[in-house]
């Protein structure tokens, strides 16, 4: 995987771990010895990270060996093992922990993802995930989310204009917000999608009365509020309903017919997979 962003994240993520040295390492194993470990699942979920911890490895030590037996997307039962490490036993333990917190946040984030999929299953709706990422860490959550089912909105700030409550605010309005987004465009040469946030059914209407937009984000409608907006949007653009959508609440909303639903919750409220690598 050659990915200047992930590079990036690996070395700083090395730097910030070993420092001037594994000291714990470097004091009680002798730099020739080596040895062999295991990843050892210890929940059921889905596997992802095995493509970024094999970089890790190969990053500290080129000459470390991995056998996979399992890989991203995989479904997990506990006693798996999903692959094996052999080589300097100095190198293993330097690269432990960075690969175990990747394996297990990512994990987390594709198991939970997987669940919220697999809820609006038959319906045209797909989940997105949101900005509400851990910083440094957005290009491997993000990745998380694909390796589970969802779909990514956008990267950044970069890759797509998004006028949220505050943007149409502070441009004076609906109607000054989209014009002046696709002005900035034809200006600059850009050829980005343009999304709009929608308060309620009125805003809907003068969105759909100037267009110029690819996308109206639905932001905390209720279901008949949600029904109500697809039928008068009719499909002349994609619509996202997000704002506080849980597990319990999703379905109703993909039934409403829109086509996309966004879920904070899927990077910025999960919980790891348990998972360890212990010595053979």
Do not use: W
């Not at 470990?37 to 030590?61: S, Y």
């Not at 441009?171 to 600059?188: F, V």
């Amino acid at each position: 995987m050659t990915n200047r962003i992930l590079d990036a994240f690996i070395s700083n993520a090395i730097a910030e771990d070993i420092g001037d040295g594994d000291h714990s390492s470097l004091s009680c194993i002798p730099p020739a010895e080596t040895g062999k470990a295991q990843l050892l699942i210890k929940q059921e979920g889905i596997l992802a990270g095995t493509e970024v911890a094999v970089k890790v490895f190969n990053t500290i030590d080129p000459t470390l060996k991995i056998e996979q037996f399992l890989f991203d997307g995989d479904e997990i039962q506990i006693g798996d093992i999903a692959f094996i490490v052999e080589g300097k036993t100095q190198s293993i333990l330097k690269a432990e922990r960075l690969a175990l917190n990747i394996l297990q946040r990512m994990s987390g984030i594709a198991t939970t993802t997987k669940i919220y999929v697999d809820k609006i299953s038959g319906t045209k709706a797909k989940v997105l995930d949101t900005r509400k990422t851990t910083p440094g860490m957005r290009y491997l959550e993000k990745l998380a989310v694909k390796i589970g089912g969802g779909e990514n909105h956008r990267m950044g700030l970069y890759d797509m204009i998004m006028l949220k409550d505050n943007h149409i605010d502070f441009a004076g309005g609906i109607e000054s917000a989209i014009l002046k987004a696709n002005e900035y465009l034809d200006k600059n040469q850009k050829n980005i999608k343009i999304e709009i946030e929608a308060r309620n059914l009125t805003e809907v209407k003068e969105i759909l009365k100037i267009g110029k937009i690819d996308r109206i984000m639905l932001d905390n409608f209720n279901y008949d509020e949600t029904k109500d907006a697809v039928k008068l949007i009719n499909g002349r653009f994609e619509t996202e309903s997000s704002g506080g959508i849980t597990l319990d609440t999703i379905r109703e909303y993909a039934e409403c017919g829109v086509d996309y639903i966004s879920v904070g919750a899927l990077t910025h409220q999960i919980k790891s997979l348990d998972m360890s690598l212990k010595a053979i």
